[in-house]
């Protein structure tokens, strides 16, 4: 469970390098949309859970890169990380009614 919203990207390293594709799916609400790969959107568990099924196919190994401080405003949270590629990963989390975190919308390959 992500207590802060940040903890979302270390959760994803953690589940990625494990293959494990419920524990990715599991870091976004029923609905969220997902815009990966590059050109596509995927809404919902169970398209964002193909899209990882694909990636995870490929046995990537994932590196954190560099978590910026969250911006968060109320139940909303901006989550940005600068990868070791220099392209950025934007999400925005909402906080959940058990008071954790999950992501509502995920662009995961921004190049600034």
Known sequence: MATEPNDLGKYFIEHGNAGDVEGLVALYEPDAVLAFPPGSLATGHAEIR????????????LEPGRQHPALVSGDLALTVVTLTT???????????????WLWVLDQPMLVP
């Open 86 to 100: 220099g392209e950025l990963t934007v999400e925005i989390a909402r906080r959940q009614p058990d008071g954790s």
């Open 50 to 61: 193909k899209v990882y099924e694909q990636f995870m196919a490929a046995a990537p190994v």
